[in-house]
């Protein structure tokens, strides 16, 4: 029968908002007859779907859609890179077809005209939780496409356009369908979670006969009758963030935030023009630790960006050390094209970027192994990944998916993916901690 239908190969860049889009994109071509197939050779077509936020992203993509074309011929490009088609189109001028994010219609009909569908009833019965290229325990709920800010460095803005939220009741069925298809944990993403709602003035829908605001607290108390996971991404520290500690603190939702800080200096804040108030944040966090004395904070940061001195690179590690962060991720200014922050005087040299990446990482080293030293000789819940013969890999509350560490189990050559189990941590490195399964 499947040799019948058209193949599509599909190759999916970028980060868990784009993994989202592709998602969508393989249920519809599913629903429409079409196979997916995991090799060049065996597709009739490819589609990619490409990232352009960072120019390492963008070169990444351009390679991508280079070796698909090379190994097939006939490619349709999709996703944040769509939105620059004449820097791909300068590339390759031979791809079919170019779309930006989020298009799912503007896909559907380039593949249409490349391989018109041939309908097999058989395959339009698919699962109502849709594809996900995730693994099936996890899932991304992505409940707003675009933002608000403008952020120096970022051409999020002009490529995904103003913020436009999900309804609540939207996004609620969107994840009880996930959770009775087998997802155990929810993963909320957007470009900026306590936005939330802002743009449709918190509109107000019911769901399972409860009335709910489109606001992120709101959404996270509807969440937590799921009874599953539910862990926040991309939250800015505004004060209204304060209302989820006691969800955390009633174990609702995970007591874990993704709070992407970038630095600490206000001057190099107010250059990268971004949201929320630096002065009151290591107060804000102590507050939360008293409310919710387990919480795993987790945050990104940019070093070296242009006019960043000494001091100021400084000011960042003293509020790394104060912060006690237990996640963080980091990366060296890099010009995106078409950015504000390009115009900016004063770069940094190349050189000096990359030491104080060093020096951050270094800080940050010690402060992550400490706190998950303080982890050893503790019962904690994990969440199966995966088992193979050396033993289990899962994840426990403070460690997201893809992002974070992970908890290792000897003696967890049993246990079955999207299993919830209690272990003990033995011991523990600077990213992952080493557990044993308590019979
Ligand atoms: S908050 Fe800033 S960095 Fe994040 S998407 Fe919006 S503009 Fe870009």
Redesign the pocket.
């Known amino acids: 029968m499947s040799n019948s239908s058209q193949k599509i190969g599909f190759v999916s860049l970028g980060c868990p908002k784009a993994l989202v889009d592709s998602e969508r994109i393989l249920t519809q071509l599913k629903v429409e007859g079409y196979e997916i197939v995991p090799s060049y050779d065996a597709a009739d077509a490819v589609v990619v779907n490409t990232c352009g936020f960072i120019d390492a992203a963008v070169q990444e993509s351009l390679d991508a859609i280079g070796e698909a074309l090379h190994e097939n011929g006939k490619v349709i490009v999709t996703g944040c890179l769509g939105k620059r088609s004449e820097l791909i189109r300068e590339a390759y001028p031979d791809v079919l077809a170019i779309t930006g994010p989020q298009d799912y219609a503007s896909v559907m009909s380039a593949v249409h005209s490349a391989l018109p569908p041939k309908r097999n009833p058989l395959l339009d019965i698919i699962p109502d939780t849709g594809i996900k290229l995730t693994p099936k325990h996890y899932a991304y709920l992505k409940i707003s496409e675009g933002?608000n800010?403008?952020?120096s460095?970022?051409i999020?803005?002009s490529m995904r356009g103003d913020l436009v939220s999900r309804p609540v009741d939207e996004v609620l069925l969107e994840a009880e369908r996930l959770v009775k298809g087998g997802v155990k944990e929810l993963l909320v993403i957007s470009?900026?979670t306590s936005a939330y709602g802002v743009d449709i003035k918190y509109a107000e829908r019911s769901w399972r006969e409860k009335s709910y605001r489109t606001r992120m607290t709101e959404l996270c108390e509807g969440l937590a009758e799921l009874g599953v996971w539910t862990r926040l991404h991309?939250v800015?520290p505004y004060p209204h963030v304060d209302e989820v500690m006691p969800l955390m603190a009633e174990g609702k939702i995970l007591p874990y935030l993704d709070i992407?800080f970038q630095h600490a200096s206000p001057r190099i804040l107010k250059l990268m023009k971004?949201?929320g108030n630096i002065d009151k944040t290591l107060e804000r966090i102590q507050n939360w630790r008293k409310q919710v004395p387990d919480i795993t904070l987790r945050s990104t940061f940019i070093v070296g960006f242009p006019g960043e001195t000494d001091a100021e690179f400084e000011e960042l590690l003293d509020f790394l050390r104060e912060a006690e962060l237990d996640r963080v991720g980091a990366f060296t200014y890099s010009p995106v094209d078409g950015a504000k922050a390009n115009e900016l005087p004063d770069p940094v040299p190349e050189e000096l970027k990359e030491d104080r990446l060093e020096q951050f990482m270094a800080v940050q080293a010690e402060i992550s192994a400490a706190k998950l030293k303080r982890k050893i000789g503790r019962t904690i819940k994990v969440l199966v990944d995966e088992a193979t013969a050396e033993g289990a890999i899962a994840r426990s509350s403070a460690d997201a998916p893809e992002i974070d560490g992970v908890v290792r189990i000897a003696n967890g050559q049993k246990l079955k993916p999207g299993q919830f189990v209690d272990v003990v941590v033995g011991s523990a490195d600077e990213h992952d901690l080493y557990a044993t399964l308590i019979s």
């Open positions: 933002c800010h403008r952020c460095f970022c999020i803005p470009q900026d991309y800015y992407p971004r949201p």
